[in-house]
């Protein structure tokens, strides 16, 4: 608790020799152990090589049954072992044929105790100079290089083990010094981690530090910043519902279109994406969108949509518009109904040939013969407005059905909520002619 480290030991001598024993790595279940070592076997040296062995730990603790990996050669070094979370994958280093720099870090299978071809994890991790010290915390890998670019000799880099960062990352100071700085490994839950360096102030050698992290490490990270237009009016389309989804299962990512019609995601570089949208009285749509390898870069694009203009309803084909308000009991339009209005006076220019009938209808309440005439004046109050804003007057008609076209039971003498009365209410631009 205050830091102190107390009752160091070596391992037994199972495991150390005279030659040089280091970097062990645990298989998950504790029951086997890898480490490097010179040529181990027989307890002889027969080469200056460093190999990657592994042993088997017995219930007691003991180490047993060594043996060399099979990938192990005398004209090469291994070493540095690490094994992913659940054991299936084994990383090391090597100066091994197919290596970029002087030592590069590789990657074998692991299934049912056999070992895969060792693979080089390519230039997105190794470069041509020395990469060495790996650690797998999920799907980040974290290792030393003395690179160009550095703060000091070695440096700790770390970047995403499928390759979706074209560099590594730098961690950067404190973590970085001008000495070599090396050995790191870190729990990403706990965001604690220990690492070794040769830095000044130190009290040997290389010395062990310890860190808690207080930020996020920076990992490849991109942005979408999109905006919704209406493909006819170039206006900002707000409320509609954009739906993001990888290539790779994750979750979806869901963002409501804010007033300017923007949305805004996160997202990871390399990674392919589909971005789907919709909105009430509007085609949906889907885009694509793979993300570059570049760290910070800001993904903008500008998606259009387009208005649903026509609908089916009881064998009628009518303008797909909001209905028409009416100040209580007059014939006088609501100013938000005009927007709506000034839909129709678009469908009326983008179709030359399209001729409509509004209709005017009402609810039971009130007296039939009232009903009859409002809606008749409503029905004509539209019918100017439009012929005052450029439809021409043969291409529109208005009638006023009152209460003769209820669509419910809702008749003189029926007890129906304000709601079963509010369906009755309605305008309608029912389609006369189209092409």
């Avoid at 039971?364 to 004046?377: A, I």
């Amino acid at each position: 608790p205050d830091g102190h480290i107390s009752n160091i030991h070596s391992f037994s001598s199972d495991i150390n020799s005279k030659f040089h024993d280091a970097f062990v790595a645990f298989s998950p279940d504790l029951k086997e152990v890898y480490f490097t070592s010179n040529s181990y076997i027989k307890r002889k040296i027969k080469s200056p090589r460093l190999n990657i062995y592994k042993a088997k730990i017995s219930d007691n603790g003991e180490w047993q049954h060594f043996e060399s990996l099979p990938f192990n050669d005398r004209k090469y070094d291994t070493g540095h072992p690490v094994l992913n979370e659940d054991g299936t994958k084994l990383y090391f280093v090597s100066n091994m044929p197919g290596t970029l720099g002087d030592t590069d870090i590789f990657v074998v299978d692991i299934k049912d105790g056999h070992y895969g071809k060792a693979v080089n994890l390519g230039p997105t991790v190794n470069s041509t100079a020395k990469e060495f010290s790996p650690y797998i915390d999920g799907d980040v890998i974290y290792f030393s290089s003395n690179r160009k670019g550095g703060y000091g000799g070695y440096d700790i880099y770390m970047t995403k083990l499928d390759g979706s960062i074209a560099e590594p990352i730098n961690l950067g100071e404190p973590i970085n010094s001008k000495g070599d700085d090396f050995s790191f490994i870190i729990d990403s839950k706990k965001l604690k981690g220990y690492f070794s360096s040769n830095r000044a102030g130190g009290i040997g050698d290389d010395d062990i530090y310890a860190f808690d992290q207080k930020t996020t490490i920076p990992i490849c990270d991109q942005t979408i910043a999109g905006s919704i237009l209406d493909r006819d009016t170039n206006l900002p389309v707000q409320g509609a519902t954009v739906v993001l989804t990888d290539d790779q299962g994750n979750p979806a990512q869901k963002y409501t279109s804010n007033s300017e019609g923007g949305f805004y995601f996160d997202i990871d570089c390399g990674m392919a994406y589909t971005i789907e949208i919709s909105k009430d009285n509007y085609f949906d749509t889907t885009s694509e969108l793979s993300a570059s390898h570049t760290n910070g870069f800001k993904n903008e694009m500008t998606v259009y949509l387009d208005e649903i203009e026509f609908i089916e309803r009881n064998s009628k084909t009518l303008l797909n518009v909001e209905n028409i308000s009416f100040e209580l009991n007059k014939a006088e339009i609501k100013e938000e109904s005009k927007r709506t209005l000034e839909k129709v006076i678009r469908l009326m220019d983008k179709y030359p040939s399209l001729e409509v009938e509004f209709g005017a209808h009402t609810d039971s309440r009130g007296g039939d013969e009232y009903n009859l005439e409002l809606s008749e004046k409503r029905a004509d109050a539209v019918v100017e407005y439009l012929i005052a804003h450029g439809v021409d007057f043969m291409r529109i008609t208005g009638k006023g059905y009152g209460e003769t076209q209820l669509l419910n039971k809702c008749s003189n003498g029926v007890q129906c909520t304000d709601y079963e009365h509010s369906l009755n209410k309605r305008t309608e631009f029912v389609v006369l002619k189209k092409e």
